[in-house]
């Protein structure tokens, strides 16, 4: 499986929220399989996107886009990082 880690900044939380349930069928449509969702549990306004995704390729497609850079300044997103993964492993214990 592949996945995509982002962490990144937002200006207020349920804005950003808003937007990011706005773009389910872009990202569907992208390649986007399931995600997560966390936040620093000291400040709400750090997130952490977890997604698996079809393909790496699809997902750096996606948010490299100029349409998601878009979709991300209006989110009030800083400097977000993109750290893109490969499954080696996955259990339950």
Sequence with gaps: MQHVLIIH????Y???KIIFD???DIRKVAGEISYQLLRFDTDANHI???????S???A???FESPELVAIRIKA???APDFI???ELERGIL
């Design 60 to 62: 750096r497609r996606f």
């Design 84 to 86: 893109y993964l490969q």
């Design 9 to 12: 900044e937002v200006k207020s």
């Design 14 to 16: 349920p804005a950003w």
């Design 76 to 78: 009030g997103v800083k």
């Design 22 to 24: 706005e773009a389910a």
């Design 48 to 54: 952490v996107h977890f997604s698996e995704w079809s």
């Design 56 to 58: 790496l390729e699809n």
